[in-house]
């Protein structure tokens, strides 16, 4: 069913569980129009939408990797949208812990396929309707590992990294177009696939950890509100300036002590962190 003519458009990627959910009820109570729903568990999916509060909503249960998976999102968004599109959020993504030498090659390819090649290819299929609908935005939820990786998290990082070096030039490239792009970086964020139990139970790490909510008002700070880039925690900020500045230093901190300290899920379902 096509949303009235006006009808603000958002699609909002991951939206099963975690950040994807947060955003999703964030933006019910902004002046959307209509969500749309993308993730693999239709299940899951169907239930957040049930939950928005009479919100228009319609859910795509979809694995973002397939070849068909940016035109099948297209489609829909053609169909319930009449080809408006106010704002894509790309938050899916996974990551696999493993080191290199266990991992490999094979783990480092799935882990971009998920986290860069798809919402990449997802944002090529979209672009003509963003621009069409201008002033639009793009939010591509990238992670403070992007600018400072861990033992054990290299294939995420560098996925994340890509996502944000591609973020940073399109937010240029499509600034004439009147499409904002905007970059959110968080660091631990609670969610059903990282409980985070560890951090918080210490004093000197719950700082650390942060929540879906929190996320989600970075994801509107970062498109409709203008930012071009926004940390969550903020203070992560700093750690990835001290990266620049002492690489030396933050190498020793995460290759010591410290590093013992964090845990990392070793498979993030349907959301991005």
Not at 9 to 32: F, K, N, P, W
Not at 221 to 247: F, H, I, N, S
Request: net charge positive; glycine share 10%.
């Amino acid at each position: 069913m096509t949303s009235p003519a006006g009808t603000r458009v958002a699609v909002i990627t991951g939206a099963s569980s975690g950040i994807g959910e947060a955003v999703a009820r964030a933006l019910a109570g902004e002046r959307y129009g209509h969500l749309v729903l993308v993730a693999r568990r239709e299940e899951r999916l169907t239930a957040v939408a049930a939950s928005l509060a009479g919100r228009p909503t319609s859910v795509l249960a979809l694995d973002l990797t397939d070849d068909d998976a940016p035109a099948r999102v297209r489609d829909h968004v053609l169909d319930v949208g009449g080809g408006r599109l106010d704002l894509l959020v790309n938050n899916a993504g996974a990551a696999w812990r493993s080191t290199f030498a266990d991992g490999g090659h094979a783990n480092v390819a799935r882990t971009m396929a998920l986290n860069f090649d798809a919402p990449v290819r997802l944002t090529e299929e979209l672009l003509p309707l963003l621009r069409r609908s201008a002033p639009s935005s793009i939010v591509n939820v990238a992670s403070t590992a992007s600018r400072v990786a861990r033992a054990g998290t290299g294939a995420y990082a560098a996925s994340k990294a890509a996502l944000a070096a591609w973020s940073d030039a399109l937010h240029i490239e499509e600034a004439t177009a009147r499409v904002h792009v905007g970059l959110v970086l968080p660091g631990f964020i609670r969610t059903e696939g990282f409980p985070a139990d560890e951090l918080i139970a210490r004093r000197v790490t719950r700082w650390l950890v942060s929540t879906p909510e929190k996320t989600a008002a970075a994801v509107l700070a970062a498109g409709p509100g203008g930012l071009a880039e926004r940390y969550v925690p903020r203070p992560y900020g700093l750690a990835a300036g001290l990266r620049v500045v002492a690489p030396r230093l933050v190498r020793r901190a995460l290759g010591g002590g410290l590093a013992a300290s964090f845990t990392t899920r070793t498979k993030a379902d349907d959301d991005a962190s």
